[in-house]
């Protein structure tokens, strides 16, 4: 019996050499399909990466925990500010009254973002 040489395989090539192998025999390379030109950049995708944003400071109030008093206060500024799409918590304080927390006070930036 005689041996038979391995059979190489096209996709384990990987110098360049190869992909022009492929395009002489009629095939395409490897996701060409997918490949975007450089500059060919769909203009939605430009504007998602380039965004401008305001700060806003705000202080929200709760009798029951910080996360609410945060809530309460996006939730009032966001009936009148749109596209608020982050906050930042700046400062945590309270009220004490007779050794018991009454009041959480939340002091927080938001930042909303402008529109084009």
Known sequence: ??????????VSKT???????????????PDEEKVEKPGKK???????????YKLLDLVGTSNDSMELAIQ???????TTIRHIDWFE???IRGRV?????EQFQVRFQAGFRLED
Not at 1 to 7: A, E
Not at 42 to 52: C, F, G, K, L, P
């Open 42 to 52: 769909r203009r939605a995708e430009a504007s998602d990466n380039h965004r401008v």
């Open 97 to 101: 009254k007779e050794g018991k927390i």
């Open 89 to 91: 918590v700046k400062e």
């Open 72 to 78: 309460t206060a996006l939730g009032k500024a966001s």
């Open 15 to 29: 110098d360049d050499s190869t992909i022009e192998e492929l395009m002489e025999e009629g095939d395409t390379a």
């Open 1 to 10: 019996m005689g041996r038979k040489s391995p059979r190489k395989s096209k």
